[in-house]
């Protein structure tokens, strides 16, 4: 089960196991910790499924090596880890920093990687179990990550997406914060849709009116498919749908999971999947769907597809009918995933995340905490640039 150290002197009764897979470790434990928290993608069924179908594993270049502390035989903190040969399938583009290690002759990969793999969404830190010394775990559970890296010659470990209240501590641990920006919808007090359409200028809101009567006009519907609402066959299609979408962009495609963990989803994960699926009028069949998860008040846009061509039907499957199962859901933030500057435009503002970053080779190390602070300043530039031309009118002060 991995290699056991003692962390700590003054803590007894504590040990400290590198772990590699998500089946050695106990689930009620582990989601004792993780779901307490806003988003789905730290919980123990989710990171296992990433295993167990095939995506997350050392063919594809996704080690997993998790660190965990033990209390006796309780879990008590865990910190999801995996080495890494490349960098795909992480939404944070670190390509030029493995370039310059090239060219100074650094073996930049393997790497360790902390996130929920293959997604982009803000909310990574480490596992701590309630009633335990967080602050002191913390720096133990540092202090072996950078002893593993060490030792191992690995180049940096890196946190993405890593949560904004965590992230502090890390920093004063040494890490190196790198600004980023995702597309974030929020609830405003909406009640209706009619509510955020309001929230545009007039010529946007004509867009969008425009753009959700274009699926009505073609024949299509949508229905929403949650919880006792989805099937195995649904969950199926989910995979079919994705797995289109990437072949579509060939090398560029991004598809990293297998039918397998789709295929898991159901009975399990219904309660936090959301499918919104398009049928044809005289169909029974899903022509074209979009794969989100919930938990609490937030949604998480994930994938999707189409088999058809239909002017809007993007739009309106990743973006407006989310949107509208939203506000009459109770969701407050919704993250439409990865991608393009077309969002602002639907009412989705740049927002901050970081990653956080450190490098075990002392070139590599001098290299980022000389130009790290100038290239986030470039970066909220561009953030600010961004949300200075949303078509969004201002809010009522009361």
Same mark, same amino acid.
Request: hydrophobic share 30%; charged share 25%; with cysteine.
């Given at each position: 089960m991995g290699i056991t150290i003692n962390p700590s002197e003054a803590l007894t009764d504590y040990t400290l196991r590198w772990v590699s897979q998500m089946e050695d470790l106990p689930s009620a434990d582990w989601d004792r910790m993780a779901r307490p928290l806003k988003t789905p993608f730290f919980e123990w069924f989710w990171l296992n499924s990433m295993e167990t179908s095939g995506s997350t594993i050392a063919q594809t270049g996704w080690l997993p090596n998790h660190l965990t502390i033990w209390c006796k035989d309780k879990l008590v903190a865990a910190a999801p880890l995996y080495l890494k040969g490349h960098s795909r399938g992480e939404f944070v583009f670190d390509h030029q920093w493995a370039d310059l290690a090239e060219q100074l002759g650094i073996? %930049? %990969?393997p790497k360790l990687l902390g996130m929920s793999p293959f997604t982009p969404a803000e909310g990574y830190r480490f596992l701590i179990a309630e @009633?335990?010394?967080e602050a002191t775990l913390t720096q133990v559970m540092v202090a072996a990550i950078d002893q593993f890296c060490l030792q191992n010659?690995?180049?940096g470990c890196h946190f993405l997406y890593a949560d904004p209240v965590w992230q502090s501590a890390l920093e004063s641990l @040494?890490?190196?914060?790198w600004l980023h920006h995702s597309y974030i919808w929020k609830n405003e007090g909406y009640s209706t849709f009619d509510d955020y359409l309001a929230r545009f200028n007039a010529n946007q809101r004509r867009n969008i009116k425009r753009e959700r009567k274009s699926v009505a006009k073609a024949g299509l519907?949508?229905?929403?498919h949650t919880g006792d609402g989805l099937s195995d066959t649904l969950c199926n299609l989910v995979y079919d749908f994705y797995s289109d979408t990437c072949d579509k962009f060939g090398w560029w495609g991004s598809k990293y999971l297998t039918r397998k963990f789709f295929q898991q989803l159901c009975p399990e994960y219904c309660d936090r999947t959301v499918i919104f699926a398009a049928y044809a009028d005289d169909s029974n069949d899903p022509i074209g769907m979009s794969f989100c998860l919930t938990k609490g008040e937030r949604l998480y @846009?994930?994938?999707? @597809?189409?088999?058809?061509? %239909?002017?809007?039907?993007?739009?309106?499957?990743? %973006?407006?009918e989310p949107i509208d199962w939203a506000i009459n859901n109770g969701i407050q933030l919704f993250d439409p995933g990865a991608g393009g500057r077309h969002k602002k435009r639907r009412g989705f503002p740049a927002a901050a995340n970081h990653s956080l970053h450190k490098f075990y080779h002392p070139t590599l190390a001098q290299v980022l905490d000389n130009y790290i602070d100038r290239i986030n300043t470039a970066e909220q530039q561009d953030i600010d640039s961004i949300n200075a031309n949303l078509p969004l009118?201002?809010?009522?002060?009361?």
């Open positions: 073996d %930049y %990969y @009633g335990e010394d010659h690995i180049s @040494g890490f190196h914060k519907h949508f229905e929403v @846009g994930r994938y999707w @597809g189409a088999f058809e061509e %239909y002017n809007h039907l993007h739009f309106n499957a990743c %973006y407006y009118k201002p809010l009522a002060v009361d």
